[in-house]
């Protein structure tokens, strides 16, 4: 049984998937639902990640799962920063509450 090559231009089996394309989709799934600490983590991995799958020239996989958890990580990131507006104005009314009724 001979194996026919492929035409040319496309390689001969699928590229490998980036090493740490499973590691930054479970970071950035786990920073939705549980930690968004791990959030920028998986945001800035995605990121050095999604640069290395480009610059390969097609030699690495993995571009689904790396930006789904870039995005994961960009999502988490934002509610972190919404959270932290959010507890600075809790704490401004409430100074500004005890304040102003003394």
């Given at each position: 049984?001979?194996?026919?090559?492929?035409p040319?231009g496309?390689?001969a089996y699928p590229p490998v998937?980036?090493?740490?394309a499973v590691l930054?989709?479970?970071?950035?799934?786990?920073?939705?639902?549980?930690?968004q600490?791990?959030g920028?983590?998986a945001?800035?991995?995605?990121r050095n990640?999604?640069?290395?799958?480009?610059?390969?020239?097609g030699?690495?996989?993995?571009?689904g799962?790396?930006?789904a958890?870039?995005?994961c990580g960009?999502?988490?990131?934002?509610f972190?920063?919404?959270?932290?507006i959010?507890?600075?104005l809790?704490i401004?009314?409430?100074?500004?509450?005890?304040t102003?009724s003394?």
């Amino acid at each position: 049984m001979s194996y026919q090559t492929p035409p040319p231009g496309y390689p001969a089996y699928p590229p490998v998937d980036h090493p740490q394309a499973v590691l930054i989709l479970v970071l950035g799934i786990l920073s939705l639902v549980f930690c968004q600490l791990a959030g920028p983590v998986a945001w800035v991995m995605g990121r050095n990640a999604l640069r290395e799958i480009d610059s390969s020239g097609g030699a690495m996989g993995g571009r689904g799962m790396v930006m789904a958890g870039y995005v994961c990580g960009i999502i988490a990131s934002i509610f972190i920063i919404l959270a932290v507006i959010v507890l600075i104005l809790a704490i401004v009314f409430g100074v500004f509450v005890t304040t102003s009724s003394a």
